[in-house]
DNA sequence: GCCGTGACGATTC
DNA sequence: CGAATCGCCACGG
């Protein structure tokens, strides 16, 4: 299982495994598809990802451990208000402890 | 087969 | 220390 097809569903697949209540970054899925530089791409394959995959695109932050824009998730607070609802806390910057909360995929 | 795009990352000023 | 810029890679037209 290192090559599924294409580089899209390979970061649909690997979001899909974040287990509730841990968060993963775009460059880290990107490194483990093999690409390091792909960031920017793993998050335009997140904007790209169907709803019917029932992806938790909530899941993914980026390096600093922000969330995404709030135009991404259709509001303000929407990312934010999921992550806690799984138990995940933010500080007063509005960032998570990645090293508390950051899940690292299987290569 | 080239250009533009994009929910990032790291570096520099 | 904060902000801005460049670079990176994959995909659609």
Redesign the pocket.
Known sequence: MRSSG????EVWNIVAEIPRGRVT????I?RV?????????????????PDGLD?P??R?????G?L??A???GGPGV?RALLESEGVLFDDEGRIDMKQYLWVPFR
Do not use: D, I, K
Request: hydrophobic letters at 45%; glycine letters at 10%; charged letters at 10%.
């Open positions: 294409c580089f899209f569903p970054t775009y460059g880290l990107a598809l093999g690409s390091p530089g792909a960031a920017r791409t793993v998050g335009w394959a997140m904007r790209a990802a992806l695109c909530h993914v932050v980026n390096r600093r922000e995404a824009p135009s991404a998730f990312q």
